[in-house]
């Protein structure tokens, strides 16, 4: 059986097989819960090959959508996209023209 090191350091974020940061922590509770969702399932429903293609396909998706996203938008994440979205491009001042230089 392999064994892989998590790599954390003062400075570096937590790093696990190419995953930074918050995408380790963001699949570790997305496999979680969709293990969880596929337990509850199982009890429910009587078709255990449904419920088996429904948790494979979730957990899936959950390290599709974390490695895409951790190439896409690098260490610190989708936040700090959303944030430079937010800035506006110029400002405009509005003095009152007794102020004005």
């Known amino acids: 059986m392999n064994e892989y090191e998590v790599i954390k350091g003062t400075e570096n974020e937590i790093e696990f097989q190419g995953l930074k ?3 380790v ?14 337990i509850i399932l199982f009890m429910i429903l009587p078709q255990a090959h449904l419920v088996l293609f429904i948790t494979v396909g979730g957990i899936a998706a959950i390290f ?28 405009i001042v509005r003095r009152p023209k007794s102020l004005r230089r």
């Open 21 to 23: 940061g918050i995408y």
């Open 64 to 91: 599709y959508f974390a490695f895409k996203f951790n190439s896409t938008y690098g260490r610190w994440g989708y936040q700090r996209k959303k944030i430079k979205d937010g800035l506006p491009s110029h400002v």
């Open 25 to 38: 922590w963001g699949t570790l509770i997305g496999v979680a819960g969709v293990v969880f969702l596929g």
